[in-house]
């Protein structure tokens, strides 16, 4: 995917759920790496982990594990990355961070390349992903957007438990099996039984009766639509699904259009695919998307209750588009546009 | 529940999974029968089913079946509702039908007992039981329309297997358990695999790319609402949950309103019980809801997106307040208002 001079990779929280796939993506998409240094926390620091054929040490991370790094993917959770992102960039690396920590700064580019790449030429060493539910909306806004002006949004997601982590994926999978055998099984990981239920409560609650989760879908898509004011509502839900986060979404738009307009608009992305035949039963759904890499868009409607609404359900791999596969775009992006230094000139 | 003289009562579909839960609430609410005829069909005619102890047989739908009998509750599919209950209200019975097939006929009263039991007055012999997914949307729109005046209801649906019969609450098990242990499980019931999976698909599509499922909520809402042209579109999606529609609701209103107005809005409703306490993290989930009879509201927020708006989190057994429980309601209330004969004037 990406040719040019190879570098040199840290991955901070390698050993996450994230952190793995973000080997893959890697090793797949052929990323141009000359030195990889895996760093996870202290519990992890005997581990050791195989990328393309070759066995690396997990290490705890340090200022001295970040010399001479030239991008850092960081995945960690925000109080790892508070720690040690100031000291990677310190140190002369660029940073791409899964977390929430820096993507309201002002200072940090939050970036889904195909929608708004340009915002990392202002970058000053940190670069923010954003979080997986707002990751595989804002493709499907911006061409809306780009096609008719978007007047308000309103999302309802039904996210998969790895959103939560490695543990929360083991959690629905025991739990499944032990109510399967007539037992039972306590939630340690999630706020509730996932097995055969829902949960309307990602993240924290704050004091307007939002999940944290539901605001940073409202914060990130706008900062990233460069649409400040943008009218948007969020219900955030958990689903028992292990991998593949989908959102029922309707937007209300200035102009009239068309579903085949729509449909076009979509497919004129480079990390969309349209997957919607009606008549024929075909949609996306989110073990279709489990692995994959594309935002899959489907049951594009004519919005029943609005003048100028349309309505569509999303669905992408969280991990991916919403995480590893994202971040890694952004530093091919960077390498393309040879950016990694415009830090530099700060 | 009811006083009065017990009646005679027919089930039709006595066999199904409604027709159970029809039996149970029949049963909890010591409903006053004289006389009780299970039918179903064929397939079904040498079972027999028991009922406050006692067994009764189970025997093949005719008019010969309906004769004398006072109210019939029906929950056996559109097409069986289609040939016999016209053969029961020529016997002289009044049909309370849980099918389609009567909904939106304009002779037919579509009723929510609590949001418009009135409208029972003007029946003609069949009275329809909303969709499950309408069924516990109605009571919450009611009573916000009453407090601030509804103006579009924008409904995304999280809906349990139950939803589509006994064979697939079986498929959803049969399936888990087979991707448990490592199989697979072609899905025979629904459209696609269910188990750690979403299908944005029930009911049959139609030309405007919306399920049939998306229609009803539309059409049933506005006219037990008495509001033929309000403003609706849904996404109705099946989830792998057994028993329990879950529905992430957002409602524009006339005026402004604070969340505590809400609260109090749908607390005083007969039939809703708010459960909402973000800062305990106290909401709905469909297990909580499971063979419970209250219709079940949290997450009330302010619309981030509208000027006048609320979103909110509607959860119910949709076996009952969807269907059982909703039509031995509507049987109650005829009594109570003494309005089985009200067909004998037509």
Redesign the interface.
């Known amino acids: 995917m990406t040719a040019g001079k190879p570098i040199k990779v840290a991955i901070l929280g390698a050993t996450g759920r994230v952190g793995q796939e973000l080997l893959r993506v890697l090793e797949e998409r052929n990323f141009p790496i000359s030195e990889l240094r895996l760093l996870a926390s202290a519990r992890s620091k005997d581990a050791s982990i195989e990328f393309k054929g070759k066995r690396y040490p997990v290490q705890e991370p340090s200022a001295e594990a970040f010399r001479e790094i030239d991008i850092v993917l960081a995945s960690a959770g925000e109080e790892i990355s508070r720690k040690f992102v100031p000291l990677a960039v310190e140190q002369g690396a660029c940073v791409i961070d899964n977390s929430n920590a820096f993507r309201m700064d002002e200072s940090v580019p939050l970036v889904v390349p195909e929608v708004n790449g340009e915002a990392l030429r202002q970058h000053k060493g940190v670069i923010a992903n954003p979080n997986c539910t707002t990751a595989q909306l804002v493709p499907a806004l911006k061409q809306l957007h780009d096609l008719a002006g978007l007047k308000?949004?309103?999302v309802?997601t039904?996210q998969s438990v790895s959103g939560a982590g490695k543990e929360a994926m083991d959690e629905?999978?025991q739990q499944?099996?032990a109510l399967?055998n007539g037992g039972s099984h306590t939630p340690t990981v999630l706020?509730?039984?996932i097995a055969?239920?829902?949960?309307?409560?990602i993240d924290k609650?704050l004091d307007?009766?939002?999940t944290k989760e539901e605001?940073k879908v409202?914060h990130e898509t706008r900062k990233i639509l460069g649409l400040p004011t943008l009218?948007?509502?969020?219900?955030a839900?958990r689903?028992?699904?292990?991998i593949g986060h989908?959102e029922?979404v309707?937007c209300d738009l200035e102009r009239k259009v068309s579903?085949e307009q729509v449909r076009e608009a979509f497919a004129a992305s480079a990390i969309i695919e349209v997957v919607d035949q009606?008549?024929k039963?075909i949609?996306p759904?989110?073990?279709d998307a489990a692995g994959q890499d594309p935002v899959y868009i489907?049951?594009?409607?004519?919005?029943?209750?609005?003048e100028n609404?349309v309505?569509f359900?999303v669905v992408a791999d969280n991990l991916r588009i919403g995480a590893a596969l994202n971040a890694v775009r952004i530093a091919e992006y960077m390498l393309e546009h040879d950016l990694l230094r415009a830090k530099a000139v700060r």
């Open positions: 308000r949004v309103i309802s039904y629905l999978e499944t099996r399967l706020a509730r039984q055969f239920n829902l949960i309307p409560h609650f307007n009766g939002y605001m409202l009218p948007l509502t969020c219900t839900v689903v028992p699904v292990a989908s029922a309707t579903v009606p008549d039963a949609y759904t989110p073990i489907g049951r594009i409607r004519i919005d029943t209750s609005s609404g309505n359900w």
